[in-house]
């Protein structure tokens, strides 16, 4: 019998605050609507970083609360504001009780959900700010209708959709209206030019369409509009030079055509025009310059074609010029110099002829862009007559795609703001000057392109700043400096196309940030430096068309490096270039009965007896070069392993020797290894024979590769080969945390049986289940032959079980996912992969992360957030994931055509909305208990809670579970 109504206790998880306080709230005589209200609301909120504690519901007025202020003399609640809270959840019907609020602010929150079609509607709200939330769905058409004294309201950066409404024109009281960064789509109500009092219309990055309406002339009011990141076509209309308050115009990143209105030259407060990156032609307009008060004017990426109009000398605030990507011809007018203020300058990618103006350094331009001007001239004359004071102001510096030619000289250095220097494609000559090394500020350095000869100065590692180094199609020779290991910012480094020669540097190694790196057609030599694998942010490497010999480094990003980028290295061996790496000749193993009690601790049966104990296996492991075993084409062969004698139960020790069969005392030699089974069974001494090709191999998961192989006995093991070598603890703590693996045993988790240990190659041999992953079961087996409900059930209850078994002995498993859970011929769910963090040398959360956890949709929240301590109940998450996935048969993220698609927040919003059943397995419809079912689905989604402390512990799970199997149902065969 039952005692505790089950789903009562889980939904009171769910709605806690609520269901709590409510009823009492009503019946007390002191009823506060506004303390009502606000409780209301924050019941329907999360509250992580607990700011709203202030908020007593025993109070009888809210006005001290935090966030709250109230008009002193009716000690009503008058306004809201929550910026920054970091609240979560949904925004409820309590606000609609504060009668007399006049601002509400939630800005900056993780807010979710729809917004209330009467919050316009409070008669008393002049300010609405629910910009920066993760708010979504339509907003009613009639919305705005008695909007009251609604003066400014902004929904900005949300993922509201749909039409903008049609009733925003009828609320005559509004100011600024704010719906940018959005899904807003549709056409622009033609309504909104009757707002007279309108002074800011932001309405960028949406996905609004068609053309402007005309009439927007009725916005005499308007100080600022922002149409830009749209889809917005046709001719701007003529009726914005009737705006006259126009200071801030961006139309830019739209499909806009048609000519500049000529109207806009009465706009004569208009201090920022931006038209970029539409289809505008025509000549710049010549009465530009009457637009006095401008300091930005960005016409790039349009078709504009003429000159540059003389009267851009008249705008003396002009700060931002940019007209680069057009058809202008003609040079810039020698008047701009006048342009004192000028600081951003971009002419680049035009039909403009001449040569570099000399008043553009003088005149204090900290950023010039001028590539594709068709500039030419000496270089190295250009930067010894600049003044040293304008040049400390540089800060961008692009001239590339031109035709300068001469040396960059030493004066370079003296460019010390430089952040971005481009002179690539250019016909420069001589050597890469060493003061780049004294540029402190420089990020992006790019001399591609050139003629350059000399070497790379060693003097690049000072460039402490530099992430972009690229020196391509060149002709720079000599040795690539080991010094480059100290420019630790370096993400990019592009020297491809040299004659540069010698061995790549280790050093490079050093360099953690790297991104992207090209080496290839260069005359580099010698061995690839095993630091390589290191690096943990590499996407491309490219070595290709060099001398490169010897094996390509194991681990990391060159497990999986394409073909093409190490190509044209004829004596390069490893699986990306299909040759294998000459073996090293395998080594006899030999046993000595000594070393056994050493290696082993009296944790273990140690051998017993005066018998010697002599195996040998005189073919082993062609461990040859580590790299043909990292891809896979692994072959060890394990050969005439024989038992002169052998105590059964006795763990077994195999020092690996070099040597011959009965080489009488191990040696420390490299390639010696350790052979353990926990067991000590006799049946591996008869000679195991196993070839690990990729026929065997079984998977891979975060740690490395599983292969099944057969013992001589008959017995399959699964063997795991560990890829995350580089980062395993030393000999010793290898193996102390092995065996205490090695002692956990509980039906439900796959049972480690020993390892091989050498320190470039670590083994983890478990007992084999036939059955395949869950993630197989569910998500890849054929349409008649699936789980059924009772399947699984035990598959989730005999999880549940083996999580909290691992808990009870203080091991967290770190990477709960299907297909870490294998299925017996029985049925029953074993859980692999379990405590394998352990071998890690530090626990880091970057590491957990990307190496382990990287399994999509499992990984809990806090794994994201610094400052949240990982405990186990990171397993209790992805336990909840994998509930929810075996119920539904949906993959914990899954992609549709342009959508994502988390499963959590899927049957969450389904559980909200009352169709939760319907989250059930297609396949298992009409064949599921729905009263086991939902309770499982609820009792995932508290597993699954954002907040580690809300989740339950795992013991707590496995009776929840007891209680939720029905007992009656449990028998019947539900499939
Ligand atoms: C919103 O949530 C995400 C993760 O869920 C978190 O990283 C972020 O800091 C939150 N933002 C705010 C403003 O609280
Ligand atoms: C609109 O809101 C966004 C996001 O809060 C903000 O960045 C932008 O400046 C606002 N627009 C105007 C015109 O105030
Ligand atoms: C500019 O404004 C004046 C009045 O201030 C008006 O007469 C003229 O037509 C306007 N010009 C344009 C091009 O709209």
Not at 317 to 344: D, E, H, Q, Y
Not at 418 to 426: A, D, G, I, K
Not at 794 to 822: E, P, R, W
Request: net charge neutral; hydrophobic share 40%.
């Amino acid at each position: 019998m039952k005692m505790i109504n089950l789903s009562t206790l889980l939904s009171f998880w769910l709605v806690l605050l609520l269901v709590a306080f409510l009823p009492v709230r009503s019946l007390s005589p002191s009823l506060n609507d506004d303390v009502l209200g606000l409780i209301v609301f924050k019941a329907d909120i999360q509250d992580p970083s607990q700011k709203l504690s202030s908020w007593n519901e025993d109070d009888d007025t809210p006005c001290n609360w935090i966030g709250v202020k109230c008009n002193p003399r009716s000690n009503r609640v008058t306004e809201l504001n929550l910026e920054g809270f970091s609240l979560s959840g949904r925004i409820g019907r309590g606000l609609l009780q504060l009668k007399f609020l006049r601002k509400l602010s939630l800005a900056r929150n993780n807010l979710s959900g729809s917004i209330s079609p009467n919050l316009a509607k409070l008669e008393s709200l002049r300010i609405i700010d629910l910009s920066e939330n993760s708010l979504s769905g339509f907003i009613p058409d009639d919305f705005f209708k008695q909007c009251g004294s609604l003066r400014s309201i902004s929904l900005a950066r949300n993922r509201f959709s749909g039409k903008i409404p049609g009733s925003l024109g009828s609320c005559a009281t509004l100011a600024a209206v704010n719906l940018s960064w959005n899904q807003f789509s549709g056409t622009l109500p033609g309504g909104v030019w009757g707002l007279s009092g309108l002074r800011s219309l932001d309405l960028s990055a949406n996905l609004l369409e068609g053309e402007i309406p005309a009439g927007i002339e009725g916005l005499n009011n308007l100080r600022s509009i922002d149409l830009s990141k749209n889809r917005f076509t046709g001719h701007v209309p003529d009726g914005i030079g009737s705006c006259l308050l126009l200071r801030s115009i961006d139309l830019s990143m739209n499909l806009l055509s048609g000519s500049v209105p000529h109207t806009i030259r009465n706009l004569s407060l208009c201090s920022y025009l931006n038209l970029s990156m539409n289809s505008f032609v025509g000549e710049v307009p010549g009465w530009i310059g009457e637009l006095k008060s401008l300091e930005a004017l960005d016409f790039s990426v349009n078709n504009f074609s003429g000159q540059v109009p003389e009267s851009i000398t008249n705008l003396k605030l002009l700060k931002v010029l940019n007209f680069s990507a057009n058809g202008i011809t003609g040079s810039l007018p020698a008047s701009m110099g006048r342009n004192v203020n000028l600081l951003v300058l971009d002419f680049s990618q035009n039909s403009m002829t001449g040569d570099l103006p000399g008043w553009i350094f003088k005149s204090g331009v900290s950023q010039v862009s001028l590539s594709e001007y068709k500039l030419g001239a000496k270089l190295s004359n250009i930067i010894s007559a600049l003044p040293g004071a304008s040049l400390q102001k540089i800060q961008v510096l692009d001239l590339s795609h031109n035709s300068f030619s001469g040396e960059i000289t030493n004066g370079i250095g003296a460019l010390s703001s430089l952040q971005f220097l481009n002179l690539s494609r250019n016909s420069l000559i001589g050597p890469v000057p060493g003061t780049v090394g004294e540029l402190k500020a420089l990020e992006v350095l790019d001399l591609s392109h050139n003629l350059l000869n000399g070497s790379i100065p060693v003097e690049v590692g000072g460039a402490s700043s530099l992430k972009e180094l690229r020196l391509n199609a060149n002709f720079l020779g000599g040795k690539i400096p080991t010094s480059i290991g100290t420019a630790f910012s370096l993400t990019t480094l592009i020297i491809s196309q040299n004659n540069l020669s010698g061995p790549i540097p280790a050093e490079i190694g050093k360099l953690n940030n790297l991104e992207n790196v090209d080496l290839s057609f260069n005359k580099l030599a010698g061995t690839l430096p095993k630091q390589l694998a290191n690096l943990p942010h590499l996407l491309s490497f490219n070595i290709s068309h060099n001398n490169l010999q010897g094996e390509l480094p194991a681990g990391g990003f060159f497990n999986t490096i394409s073909p093409t980028s190490v190509s044209g290295n004829p004596s390069l061996c490893g699986a990306a270039v299909n040759k294998s790496c000459p073996a090293v000749l395998p080594k006899p193993i030999v046993l000595n009965p000594n070393s056994s009690s050493d290696s082993i601790s009296g944790e273990l049966p140690t051998t017993v007896g005066h018998k010697r104990i002599i195996l040998s296996i005189s073919a082993l492991i062609a461990i040859g070069a580590a790299a043909v075993i990292v891809v896979g084409v692994i072959s060890i062969t394990v050969l005439n392993l024989r038992v002169r004698s052998s105590t059964s139960r006795s763990a077994v020790a195999l020092p690996l020797s070099g040597g011959d069969e009965y080489s009488r005392s191990p040696t420390t030699d490299a390639n010696s290894g350790k052979l353990v089974m926990f067991s000590g069974e006799p049946d591996f001494s008869t000679g195991a024979h196993a070839l690990f090709t990729k026929d065997c191999e079984l998977g891979r998961g975060g740690f490395g590769a599983v292969y099944r192989t057969v013992l001589q006995g008959g017995r399959s093991v699964a063997i795991k080969k560990l890829t995350v070598s580089s980062l395993v603890k030393s000999q010793d703590e290898f193996e102390r945390e092995v065996k205490k693996l090695g002692k956990i045993r509980h039906p439900n988790l796959v049972a480690l049986e020993g390892y091989y240990w050498t320190p470039s190659l670590q083994l983890l041999i478990y007992e084999s289940v036939s059955g395949g992953s869950l993630y197989k079961h569910l998500h890849e087996g054929s349409g008649g032959n699936h789980l059924s409900w009772n399947d699984r059930f035990n598959i989730v209850l005999g999880t549940a079980k083996s999580l909290a078994h691992l808990h009870q002995t203080n091991i967290i498993h770190y990477n709960i996912k299907s297909s870490n859970v294998l299925i017996d011929g029985s049925g029953e769910p074993k859980l692999g992969d379990f405590g394998l963090a352990r071998l890690l040398p530090m626990l880091d959360r970057y590491v957990l992360s990307s190496k382990i956890q990287s399994a999509l949709g499992y990984m809990a929240p806090e794994f994201a957030c610094r400052t949240v301590k990982i405990n186990e109940k990171c397993d209790v998450y992805g336990f909840g994931v994998l509930v929810l996935e075996v119920v539904t048969g949906k993959r914990p993220v899954e992609y549709m055509e342009d959508d994502v698609v988390v499963l959590c927040d899927m049957v969450r919003g389904a559980l909200e909305e009352g169709r939760v059943e319907e989250c059930v397995d297609q396949r298992l419809q009409g064949k599921f208990p729905a009263e086991e079912a939902i309770p499982m689905m609820k009792l995932g989604l508290i597993c699954t809670s954002q907040v580690p402390s809300n989740r339950p512990e795992m013991g707590e799970v496995v009776n929840i579970l007891e209680l939720i199997r029905c007992p009656s149902e449990g028998q019947e065969d539900m499939g």
